[in-house]
């Protein structure tokens, strides 16, 4: 008997032993960042794991293009992330019906989801349900190399309407500069253009009205005008050669090496363009500008002139995933992180009352247009859902190279838009 009980005392202390070492791991998959980033969010998972012994926090990152069609796999199997990158819209809402992900708003700290707009709220929620939450907005601007612009003759400031903008790229080709440096071979660079026309175009209701069937729905007036000015732009020949076998992240490069005078991307590319060139350096900040997409003179539908494209990044949390995880995505988007985010030039931080930590200019620019805009539409190809969406880069890569018509392209998009 005392034998067995010394066995038994010694299973119990084993079993101790092992419960006290068990390890909770987190797992976070992220589109890949550039170093700064990478860095900086190794900080926060450090400083959450030094506050909660037993857990372990990992981040993995993936390219853009590879993560978006990996993701859904993911998602279905055993390897699935706890938390994972996401741009909110009908992609969130498809994968909260499919199951993959789960309720959050009883497990975050109490009052915690106060400390966060209500749009950023909104484009985390299915069905007034929260999925995930919003890390930082993003706009889509062009940025500009002045030194070309400045020796093309071309003031910046005076392009204000689509008409002005079409002007500068036929002065920028006059003088011998490269107009626009652009991705198209990863397409979603392409539909910034469709989708900031559509919207100048439509006014603000246009998407909403267009999801909705309403007027034709995405066969509407305002989006067959949209392809038609793109086309405009790109009968002219304004981007880089072969810049349909140009990825983006190439293309952010040769912007940043000073190889066009017009990039149409968002205000995240400001330190990775940088790190893609290849000095390493990039532009200065004195040789570079944003202005918003220019306004339509006389749009289908007015209202639009203000709206601002971009996105309203953040996560969701997975099915599967464990409570320590929601605890570390609340941690994550403290007001001290985000803070901290916003001051080494990382992103524009969400959480209300951050915004004071802005000192980058082009940030601060980009959080005034937000701010001030008539509606934030967030980017097509996420916002419609992924087959839509994929739908939306190939006919603006199709109308970019002229393989299609404004009119098929949208009658594209709305069959999609029916049969997703």
Do not use: C
């Not at 055993?78 to 009883?106: H, K, V």
């Not at 992103?347 to 200019?361: H, M, R, S, Y």
Request: glycine content about 10%.
């Amino acid at each position: 008997m005392k034998h067995i009980a010394a066995v038994f005392t010694a299973l119990l202390g084993v079993a101790g032993a092992q419960a006290a070492n068990a390890q909770t791991t987190i797992n976070v998959l992220r589109v890949a960042v550039n170093d700064e980033q990478e860095t900086y969010f190794e900080q926060i998972a450090k400083a959450f794991e030094a506050q909660h012994e037993g857990v372990d926090v990992t981040f993995e990152y993936i390219a853009n293009e590879a993560y978006k069609s990996k993701l859904p796999t993911l998602l279905q199997s055993n390897a699935r992330p706890d938390i994972f990158y996401s741009w909110g819209g009908q992609t969130l809402m498809e994968q909260a019906e499919a199951g993959f992900l789960q309720p959050i708003s009883d497990l975050l700290p109490e009052g915690f989801a106060e400390t966060m707009p209500e749009a950023g709220l909104r484009a985390y929620s299915v069905d007034d349900t929260l999925y995930g939450l919003p890390q930082y907005p993003t706009e889509v601007v062009f940025w500009v190399n002045t030194a070309l612009t400045e020796k093309a003759g071309l003031d910046i400031e005076a392009i204000k309407t689509w008409e002005d903008f079409l002007a500068a790229v036929q002065t920028l080709k006059d003088a011998g500069i490269t107009p626009i440096i652009a991705g198209g071979q990863d397409k979603w660079p392409l539909h910034f253009y469709w989708s900031y026309l559509a919207l100048r175009e439509g006014g603000p209701d246009a998407v909403a009205k267009a999801m909705a069937g309403e007027d034709g729905g995405f066969e509407s007036a305002a989006f067959i005008e949209a392809g038609k000015e793109f086309q405009r732009l790109t009968g002219m020949e304004p981007f880089q050669p072969g810049f349909m076998g140009t990825t983006y992240e190439t293309a952010s490069g040769m912007f940043a090496d000073g190889e066009g005078a017009f990039h149409l991307m968002g205000d995240w590319d400001y330190l990775p363009m940088r790190e893609r060139s290849t000095s390493g350096k990039g532009l200065p900040d004195e040789q570079l500008a944003i202005i918003s997409f220019p306004t339509i003179t006389d749009p289908v539908t007015p209202g639009g002139e203000t709206a601002t494209l971009g996105g309203i990044n953040g996560w969701a949390v997975s099915s599967s995933a464990e409570p320590e995880a929601v605890e570390f995505l609340a941690f994550m988007l403290n007001a001290e992180n985000q803070r901290e985010g916003a001051r080494q030039e990382l992103f524009i931080p969400i959480v209300k009352g951050t915004g004071d930590a802005l000192e980058n200019p082009f940030f601060t620019e980009v959080s005034k247009h937000i701010e001030n805009s008539s509606y934030h539409q967030i980017f097509l190809d996420q916002f419609l859902g992924a087959s839509v969406g994929a739908t939306v880069n190939d006919a603006s890569a199709d109308l970019a190279q002229g393989a299609t018509t404004p009119e098929d392209a949208a009658a594209q998009i709305q069959e999609a838009w029916e049969f997703r």
